[in-house]
T-cell receptor, first 108, second 114 residues
Framework: DAKTTQPPSMDCAEGRAANLPCNHS???????VYWYRQIHSQGPQYIIH???NNETNEMASLIITEDRKSSTLILPHATLRDTAVYYC?????????FGAGTRLTVKP | GAGVSQSPSNKVTEKGKDVELRCDPI?????LYWYRQSLGQGLEFLIY????????KSGLPSDRFSAERTGGSVSTLTIQRTQQEDSAVYLC????????????FGPGTRLLVL
């Protein structure tokens, strides 16, 4: 049973912001939202996580709605190297259930 | 080493044979996970080790799959009597006790069962 829903694919122009949505309407109070990405032929890479406040790090920003039922990962200035599958995961322990993710293609 | 390592990187075996996949986590990381990823699919959780606690085996697909972690470090995933549907990339990840949310993944082992 998938806890998150993501669009299967998205395109973004190089240099523009990439906004990747995720729906998690059944999230419970103690579950965090995690984002990972997987570049072709590599293992997944941690990006960012949050509980209810918006978060920012050197890679991305995470915006979580007030009701916590959805979130958006923002890559402020996408580059060609950001082309990857992006996974949104909801978990309160170490059982990371990855779904199909969103395949982001950054185009020149 | 600096990261999670896995061996072998590729394994081709015949249906019915047993295989062992190895994972060396980042030194000091207490948590270790195994996942598998079929072609074009997302990750499937298999098993999770945390310190000396009993492992969470809830993701193992059948009793042909088993894993152990010796000395709280290296882990071996064993698949007995392999089937063609076992063909996938098997990924190992580790995380520290302090930063449980950040899993560091190895490069994976590509298993092909003929």
């Amino acid at each position: 049973d998938a806890k998150t829903t993501q669009p299967p694919s998205m395109d973004c122009a190089e240099g523009r912001a990439a906004n990747l949505p995720c729906n998690h309407s059944t999230i419970s109070g103690n579950e965090y939202v995690y984002w990972y990405r997987q570049i072709h032929s590599q293992g997944p890479q941690y990006i960012i996580h949050g509980l209810k406040n918006n978060e920012t790090n050197e890679m991305a920003s995470l915006i979580i709605t007030e009701d916590r039922k959805s979130s958006t990962l923002i890559l402020p200035h996408a580059t060609l190297r950001d082309t990857a599958v992006y996974y949104c995961i909801v978990a309160n322990n170490n059982d990371m259930r990855f779904g199909a993710g969103t395949r982001l293609t950054v185009k020149p | 080493g600096a990261g999670v390592s896995q061996s072998p990187s590729n394994k081709v075996t015949e249906k019915g044979k047993d295989v062992e996949l190895r994972c060396d986590p980042i030194s000091g990381h207490t948590a270790l996970y195994w996942y598998r990823q079929s072609l074009g699919q997302g990750l499937e959780f298999l098993i999770y080790f945390q310190g000396n606690s009993a492992p969470d085996k809830s993701g193992l697909p059948s009793d042909r799959f088993s894993a152990e972690r010796t000395g709280g470090s290296v882990s071996t995933l064993t698949i007995q009597r392999t089937q063609q549907e076992d063909s996938a990339v098997y990924l190992c990840a580790s995380s520290s006790y302090v930063a449980k949310e950040t899993q560091y993944f190895g490069p994976g082992t590509r298993l092909l069962v003929l």
